[in-house]
């Protein structure tokens, strides 16, 4: 069974750096063909793809998000991680880690995280 766990700071300041990881247990983030993924839903809006890190390293990332974001992974910590620069109000969601082939068959429980200073 594939369990995935985000955290993170559920309270970030506008301009910083929001900075969650995900551990991945019951299975390893290097598994063809698989992409690990994270995804957002702010308050009241629909589920939004942010980037995912596939199986081989290969990273991608939502055109609207791309400047600001990087996914990374550490392999023999199974873990991936996603980093969202100069954050604003607008960032505030609960984010989502989650396994895809294409579909998201895993999920994370979500961290909730909220920017204001």
């Known amino acids: 069974q594939v369990q995935l766990q985000d955290s993170g700071p559920g309270l970030v300041k506008p301009s910083q750096i929001l900075s969650l990881t995900c551990t991945v247990s019951?299975?390893?983030?290097?598994?063809?063909?698989?992409?690990w993924t994270w995804i957002r839903q702010p308050p009241g809006k629909r589920l939004e793809w942010m980037g995912a890190i596939a199986y081989d390293g290969n990273t991608y990332y939502s055109p609207s998000l791309r400047s600001r974001t990087s996914i990374s992974r550490d392999t023999s910590k199974n873990q991936f991680s996603l980093l969202l620069s100069s954050v604003t109000s607008e960032d505030t969601a609960t984010y989502y880690c989650?396994?895809?082939?294409?579909?998201?068959?895993?999920w994370g429980q979500g961290t909730q995280v909220t920017v204001s200073s």
């Open positions: 989650a396994r895809a082939l294409p579909e998201c068959d895993y």
């Open positions: 019951g299975g390893s983030i290097t598994t063809s063909y698989y992409a």
